[in-house]
């Protein structure tokens, strides 16, 4: 260090030196840079603090992108997949907690902002099935991830006023999946306030829920409709003599008795000698159907092999 070091730059060497992350370092080096006297016996010094805070710099920037890519890698797509995404202090993390198993941190208050920061993911069950959810980072900040948005099956837009609606749609310009929008804080809304936005909503004609994740409102709803957003059908399969099963099969909507033996068989639904259907598709219970029968969501079906 050269003598005439200043003692305000002393002083930040000596922080940069007992930094415990690279961040700090980062920010006691810019510190340094700033501080280092700007004569011609320094020069070399100076030029050195600057290649060590690029160097730095560069590092950090690796190591965020591959904690990036391996949280990318570590989300195993779901046969039903929704993620949320809403600007930060929507209520996107809150409302995880309420529909899935998991437990995660939410802002401790109104103003705190990017709580998040990187996807987290969630189950939802919903009578024996399982739902896969996903917090997606705040879209307006780095940690958002595009990929997922784009590839998720539902898109759950938590808004908290109604121009976030127009705001969010530049960020799912490429997203396929079907769309839900989540109007979140109701409680902070009284009954007339919720009547305008509601008839506004409808005009538009859009799919949406009012929610509460306080106050529980509205839960129940967005279960159903995230459920049959992924336009599939629950199937019970029953033994002849026994209790249907306690898990539904999950099929695509316009599955057919054929696709079910398909799938407890293995391919061998050749074996299949008669089926009976219970449920909305059945005239009656218990009613003798072909295999090209369409099954509706909540049918149990009876199989007898040869
Ligand atoms: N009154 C009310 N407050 C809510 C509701 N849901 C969430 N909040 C509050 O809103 C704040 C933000 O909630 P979070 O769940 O952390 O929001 P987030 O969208 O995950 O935020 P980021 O992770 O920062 O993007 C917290 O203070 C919550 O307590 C609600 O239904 N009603
Ligand atoms: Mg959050």
Redesign the pocket.
């Known amino acids: 260090m050269t003598l005439n070091a200043t003692p305000e730059y002393k002083k930040a060497n000596e922080k940069y030196l007992a930094a415990k992350t690279d961040e700090e370092r980062l920010v006691y080096l810019d510190e340094m840079i700033r501080l280092c006297p700007k004569h011609k016996s320094s020069e070399n010094m100076l030029a050195n603090l600057k290649t060590r805070y690029r160097k730095l710099q560069e590092k950090i920037l690796k190591v965020k992108k591959m904690a990036k890519a391996y949280s990318k890698a570590g989300i195993k797509k779901e046969e039903m997949q929704c993620v949320i995404i809403?600007f930060?202090?929507?209520?996107?993390?809150?409302l995880l907690n309420e529909l899935t198993n998991v437990n995660t941190k939410?802002?401790?208050?109104?103003f705190?902002?990017?709580?998040?920061k990187k996807p987290i993911i969630g189950m939802m069950p919903y009578s024996g099935t399982q739902v896969q959810i996903i917090?997606n980072?705040?879209p307006d900040s780095e940690d958002y991830d595009k990929g997922l948005t784009n590839s998720a099956d539902t898109i759950l837009l938590l808004i908290n006023s109604l121009d976030e609606i127009n705001k969010l749609k530049s960020y799912i310009e490429k997203a396929s999946g079907k769309k839900i929008i989540i109007y979140?804080?109701s409680?902070?809304l009284n009954t007339n306030e919720k009547r305008k936005l509601e008839a506004t909503l409808k005009s538009k004609k859009y799919n949406f829920v009012i929610i509460?994740?306080?106050t529980h409102e509205g839960l129940n709803e967005l279960k159903d409709k995230i459920f049959s957003s992924f336009s599939k059908i629950r199937v019970f399969t029953k033994e002849p003599g026994k209790l249907r099963s306690e898990k539904p099969i999950i099929l695509q909507q316009d599955s057919t008795v054929y696709n079910v033996a398909e799938k407890i068989f293995h391919g061998f639904s050749k074996q299949v000698k008669e089926a009976f259907v219970t449920g909305p598709s059945s005239k009656f219970p218990y009613q003798k159907v072909g295999l090209k029968h369409n099954l509706k969501d909540l049918d149990t079906i009876e199989f007898r092999t040869k």
């Not at 930060?88 to 809150?94: D, E, L, P």
């Not at 939410?106 to 109104?110: G, K, N, T, W």
């Not at 705190?112 to 998040?116: G, P, Q, R, V, W």
């Open positions: 809403g930060t202090n929507s209520g996107k993390s809150s939410a802002a401790e208050s109104s705190a902002k990017f709580t998040t917090e980072p705040a979140n804080k409680d902070l509460s994740s306080k």
